[in-house]
């Protein structure tokens, strides 16, 4: 298992990084991120059409600073890679304070953060700033010389895959790799789907799962017009985003709400006894937007702490190394990891004895004197004998389990015993 | 638009007006309302089998009266045409108490009241009369001069009716007309009836809208005969009555209960904050009996104020002027218009870009800077996403409304600008 | 009507017989039983086999008990049939206190109860003891003579059965006879089985009523692998067991919840306005387990008090005709009378008049003065105008009472007077 020493450092090592939708700083990620798991990435040519959308120019940034006449960097890339607006085309050249401020963002509310910004697909340049910094910049009688070493040349779109497993029905497990130096969105998430693919990759599966690590939106487009057939047999998923705050662990539903996703999850979190904050669909969102559109419908959960939009430090530099732990990472990761167990506990069975109760005590080996069971096998014998009541084709582990609140666990023990005792059989999943 | 001052003369002027379900009595009010707004009147013989029913003979009053043997009148028609019990036969003649009596009605518990009675199918006379008036007749030796002068001959039974829009579903508005001089219940209804007919008759409409006008019960039943097929595909509609009371504006469900037309009045209602009542479906109620009996089942709600029976001046001469008003009324006309509004915007959409999210803000010319929205167009921006999101072909904005709690009106908007855009078409109605 | 003297004599009478799931206790008692209302008694041989499980060789008791050597009897049969595990093989001898400790059963936490076990499928001995008694004979010098004079050999497995009705669909009525003298569980669950079907006898039935008494699990599988196909048809029905005690009445639902069983039920305990208990369903129960399994899923409820595993004199000697009354038990008949009243009652109507409102008042022979009716036929008409209203060849009177709160037996009254008229038809039970 990961402690937390060793997540720790991934986030110290991976957070200065830069990265956008394109770009050095996503290539450098997921060669950081394949030293814990494995997968292979992929490159998508600047320029590919996806349902509508183009694959934009590569960007990647050399240096960039808005400085005094007296060469003293003022704003600097170098200092925080939010200080530079996502995707600025290259420029250099002096501009008095009127003109430079049209290409100035801050928060007003919010004087020691810096927002973050992009522009991918308005050609432009800009830096944001903190109020502080912006009122020391507005003096209308100042002139500042300021250079945007970038290129944005046609190039790739990098993204990362990994299949696990091979029968059983399939789920996708998501994320983003696109965001700067931010903590909570989307460092966390990237790691965290990391360490998930490493936990489960020894694994021996009941479904498959499709892993997938890309730039959002324009990323995932990419991904499900190179993968559409596959796409639209998956049976649900997960992204994973925001995963490290302070705060609760939250639930974001599926678009449909009651899909087995959202019924697992839920499930889950009473039997870990968590106490959960459940947030309605919102079609603002991350990358349920692409996978969960009327030609796909696929049901995306997220499991977060603490979800984009909540928390006042969301998209700005705020959101840093201070605002997130390791703990708290791990805290998120073992809810996933339970639910996948639950998931993956999740079958049909078919009964084979069909009218009547079989001798259950005499075919599992727990003698009982009548009217009164032998202390110690009770709570397996009661788990078998509902497995055994409900299961007639159609009514799957975590159906009973919502119905008797026993944990999917102790129920995927007794089906196997009963199995075994060739009283039901598991029913293929389609 | 209707002012106060227009509603309060048409309800001086329509009051006292003797209305039954046959006579001279409705073609009067009905030629008045045609003043307001267009729709044709059409007679329906005396003897006309409907359903088991008969248009009875043709009632008129010439005058009817208990005068005392000077010929003092003591109960008079002229003074109120509650004293007479509607489709009593002629009359004339001297009685003494004790063999009037059973030809008194009065209501014990409402000292002032004259109660409302008829006897449409059942040939005999009667008065209506005061408690008080009661105590002064009721002298065992007085004898008294009555005088019925009635008609009741083979003639006509009057409707009106008015179509609207020529595309779409097709719902019923209706009202009665058959009560003499009552505020609430029926004068109340006929004049809303005739303002909501006047405001609609310009406009162009997504649906068609089938106005009715004619007496309870027997006129629907005989409008039903008449237009059978026409009826069994009605969507729905609404029986307007008891509009302009004092108290909560409520709303009575049709006997589905969750029909489109309930759902739109209480999204509707919800959309105005409006404190209201809601009513369960009662096989107790006016023309909904007809439309929603087992072999029409048409869907019919009521917005009232006050509902028949919930106040204690119903069906008697209180509920009178003085009882209604014309701000009262002009506020269920509103909600009735607000809710046709609705109705009105009510479509589904098919989707024409299938997978992923479309470009939005590009598409719909609101540039964003990427990770934060540029003031203004947000709400706009966040309607289309909804309803872009969910429609498929079979979720109607209604539903969408229903999930994300945005107003109807904004929905639309959003609707016709994906549509303009051609990432959505409107779905032709069935 | 049975009387609570008449209850009080056949409790007595039936109690101290040695019930098992064979042998002359249940002949006995079902004699017994007979003498009360009429049904045939079966014999299955030893050996049978039902569905995997085997009749047993049948056991009767001549004598038992554990003596000191003086012959002074501590623990004797003739003074409880609780004393010995049921199905007892024959032993004699002497025995130290170390080899007679594994044949005692007794409750620590229950000093003077003696417990109830059985040991049908496990062949051994043993005698069940008050804690008092355990700690007299717990003397480690002390060797005990012991006596087991029963008889294991082939014989029959009996069983009664009685069929009522002989049109609409078929409800079971079962109870089971093989518990010794305990009352609640099950004494009183026999004596209202008999009472019931006594009840019922004479009737003229809408639907057929399988009444079958049979010792529990082992007999209700031998009744079923005997009418399997009729056992498959049957819509619903009764486990009678535990009725008798001082506690709330209770229902324990079926395994769907909200079959027609348990929707009536529910519905006469409101009418009755019942201050009862509901247990959910509960795979550890009584024959539903047989009846309601996968391949038959028929949906059986429970009317009880107090029901089984809820009281602490459960499966005890405490559980005797002390804690039990006439009264109680009496109470619980009413409610299943009231409940098989409803059943009765629940049928469905196909509207003949199909389009408006048939006019009820003077079909019925209620003239109304309208807008007044005249009093007391006003509660008959109403029921008669929601069933006409809600009849259209789908919705039973079940569902009409739900829907409106009206009692069936209103609505049931209203439909033959429809029927009467030719309003409405019945429609045949599939």
């Known amino acids: 298992m990961t402690d937390k020493t060793e997540v720790d450092q991934l986030l110290k090592q991976l957070f200065p990084i830069c990265r956008s939708i394109t770009g050095d700083g996503v290539r450098c990620t997921l060669r950081v991120l394949r030293g814990l798991a494995y ?15 183009t694959v934009p120019d590569e960007w990647n940034v050399r240096d960039a600073y ?14 925080n890679n939010l200080h530079l607006v996502s ?63 970038t290129t944005l040349k046609p ?29 909570n969105d989307n460092l966390s998430g990237m790691v965290l789907w990391a360490l998930l693919l490493k936990e489960m990759q020894g694994r021996n599966l009941k479904n498959r799962y499709r892993f997938v690590i890309a730039p959002e939106t324009i990323g995932s487009l990419a991904y499900i017009s190179l993968h559409e057939e596959e796409v639209e047999q998956l049976a649900g998923g997960f992204v994973i985003t925001c995963v490290a705050g302070p705060g609760k662990i939250g639930y974001k539903v599926s678009w449909k709400g009651d899909s087995v996703i959202d019924r697992v999850v839920v499930r889950t979190f009473r039997e870990l006894d968590l106490d959960y ?20 419908r696929i049901p995306m959960g997220t499991i ?13 530099s705020l959101d840093n190394l201070d605002f997130i732990s390791a703990g708290s990472l791990l805290q998120t990761l073992d809810a996933y990891l339970a639910v996948i167990d639950n998931l993956e506990r999740d079958e049909i069975y078919i009964p084979l004895h069909l009218v009547g ?38 009514t799957s582990l975590l159906d009973i389990a919502e119905r008797t609140g026993l944990p999917m666990s102790s129920l995927v023990q007794a089906a196997e015993t009963l199995v075994e005792k060739r009283l039901i059989t598991q029913k293929e999943k389609k």
Chains 1, 2, 3 share one sequence.
């Not at 990435?41 to 509508?52: H, I």
């Not at 995707?87 to 963002?105: A, I, N, Q």
């Not at 990358?287 to 030609?295: F, H, I, L, N």
């Not at 001798?359 to 055994?388: E, F, H, I, Q, S």
């Open 39 to 53: 997968f292979r990435t992929y490159e998508v040519p600047s320029g590919t059409n996806c349902f509508g959308w």
């Open 66 to 79: 808005i400085a005094d006449m007296n060469g003293k960097r003022l704003v600097d890339f170098g200092e």
């Open 87 to 149: 995707y600025s085309e290259p420029f250099e050249g002096d501009l008095d304070f009127s003109k430079l401020l049209v290409h100035l963002f801050s928060l007003p509310d919010q004087p020691d953060a810096i927002p973050y910004r992009s522009s991918y697909y308005q050609r432009g340049w800009g830096f944001c700033v903190t109020s502080r910094q912006w009122k020391e910049l507005a003096n209308w009688n100042a002139t500042y010389h300021v250079k945007v070493d």
């Open 155 to 183: 190039g790739h779109l990098t993204y990362g895959e990994a299949l696990l497993g091979n029968k059983g029905r399939e789920y996708l497990i998501t994320t983003y790799c696109c965001h700067p130096s931010m903590g």
């Open 277 to 296: 904050k459940l947030y309605r669909f919102d079609v603002n969102g991350s990358d349920e937007r692409q996978y969960s559109s009327p030609g796909l």
């Open 304 to 316: 977060c702490k603490d979800k984009y939009y909540e928390y006042p430090e969301y998209h700005t």
């Open 357 to 394: 109760e079989p001798k259950l005590d005499t075919l599992l080996g727990y003698p009982v004197l009548g009217g009164g069971l032998l202390p110690g096998k009770a709570a397996m014998l009661d788990a078998a004998r509902w497995v055994l009541f409900y299961s007639d084709g159609n």
